[in-house]
Each structure stands twice: as C-alpha cells, then as structure tokens.
C-alpha cells in the first residue's frame, strides 16, 4: 500500500519561529510537493522538487525554502512563521504526470 | 496559477441520487484528474482521464472530457452518505510538466 506520511497532524507556533514540516514517501517517487489549502482558495503549490536537491518554486514560494537531501524526504521550512501562514499544508508525491499521492495534511496555525 | 474551475461550488442531494459536477480549464492538457477530500484530510486520487479520451468510468464514477470546450465532468451514481466530501479536479498541462493545477473544490453533501 503506497504511503506519504507527515511529521505532525497538528502543529502550533509562535510569529518567528522556524517551523519544519517533514513529508515521507515509500514510493521510490521522484516528483514530491507542497500545497498549502485555504478556504475558498483551494490547493496552490508552494514548492515542487523532481530529483535529489533539486526543486522549483511553484505559485507562492514567498515565506518557504525546502530541502530534499533524500528521495523519499521532502522537507517545508518557514524560516519565520507569520500568521498568515496559517494553514494547511499538504504534500504529495508523484511519478511523471500520473495520479499524485497525498499525505493527510499538517495543521499549521502561528500565533 | 489557477486553472480548473468546479462548478456548482456546492451541491446537496439525496442518497441514491446522482451527482454530476463540471470542472473548465483554461489551457491545454495531458490529462485530468479529479479527487475527493474528506473533511480536513489529504486528497484521494478518483480517476484520470487523458486529452485523447472521452470518457472513462470506475465503479459509481464515470468522467467524461470534451477538450473542444476545455471541460469535463464527474457524474457520481447512486450516491451515498460516504460520498459526502469535497471534490477537485486537476489538470496535468500539456508539455510533460509534472505539475497539476488545482481547482478550487466543490462540496458535495449527501443526505441520508
């Protein structure tokens, strides 16, 4: 049974924090993301990455920076937490243009 | 960027109806994919249909494409309660770029 997994289902910090979000897949998929998940907005990447440390910026980048080190790991850092990055965030892991696999989503809320 | 459109943004039926939601996209695509999000989890992958198909059904789902008008459909028969959730399409852009496009979602509520 394919799998993603993320770090916390929940997660409370305060403004400046640095906040990591890990994303685990057990595919051996190359194409990993993130999405953050707003009411009203839908999904909208922030970061996509198709290899070992390579990665693109997606829609909105501004305010993340992500490390992928392994091929399986995929890493989402707010380097100083702001409440408007209060969110969802979700990601997904892929290969080529077929169906994405999503984890079950960190809820981030920055106080 | 958004592209896919859902439409209607809400929809409330009865268990044993159909539902049939549309979603238009703007550009060309590879293909499309439409998925189902249960309150406050991670998105499920329901099916793909690719530019060079019309119509393509698994199980209750059946999904239809019409690239000419840029729109596609996802008709849900004999709903039920367990179908309650949001529902996304997604469009794969003609290229090869791994990316999808999301569109905004809709909510379907089906009433026991």
Redesign the interface.
């Given at each position: 049974d394919v799998k993603?997994t993320q770090s916390s289902r929940y997660l409370v910090k305060r403004t400046g924090e640095k906040v990591f979000l890990e994303c685990v897949q057990d595919m051996d998929h190359e194409?990993m993301?993130w999405?953050r998940q707003d009411p009203?907005?839908?999904?909208r990447?922030i970061y996509?990455s198709?290899d070992v440390k390579m990665k693109e910026k997606?829609?909105i980048p501004e305010g993340y920076s992500v490390s992928r080190e392994k091929k399986e790991r995929f890493s989402l850092i707010l380097e100083s937490a702001s409440t408007n990055q209060t969110s969802?965030y979700?990601c997904?892991s892929?290969l080529?243009?077929?169906?994405?696999?999503?984890?079950?989503?960190t809820?981030l809320t920055v106080t | 960027?958004?592209q896919g459109e859902e439409d209607p943004q809400a929809l409330s039926i009865q268990e044993g109806e159909n539902a049939t939601m549309n979603c238009s996209y703007k550009t060309s695509i590879?293909?499309l994919?439409w998925?189902r999000q249960n309150s406050?989890?991670?998105?499920?992958?329901l099916i793909?249909i690719r530019s060079n198909e019309r119509e393509k059904h698994s199980g209750r789902l059946r999904v239809t494409l019409d690239t000419s008008k840029k729109s596609s459909s996802l008709l849900i028969t004999a709903s039920r309660a367990a179908d309650t959730a949001s529902y996304?399409c997604?469009t794969?852009a003609q290229g090869?770029?791994?990316?999808?496009?999301?569109?905004?979602?809709m909510k379907l509520t089906v009433n026991p």
């Open positions: 993603v194409n993301f999405y009203g907005l839908g999904l990447l996509f198709y997606g829609d969802m979700l997904a892929t080529g243009q077929s169906e994405q696999y999503f984890g079950p989503g809820r | 960027s958004q590879n293909n994919q998925y406050g989890r991670g998105l499920v992958h793909l996304f997604a794969a090869g770029s791994e990316k999808l496009v999301f569109g905004k979602g």
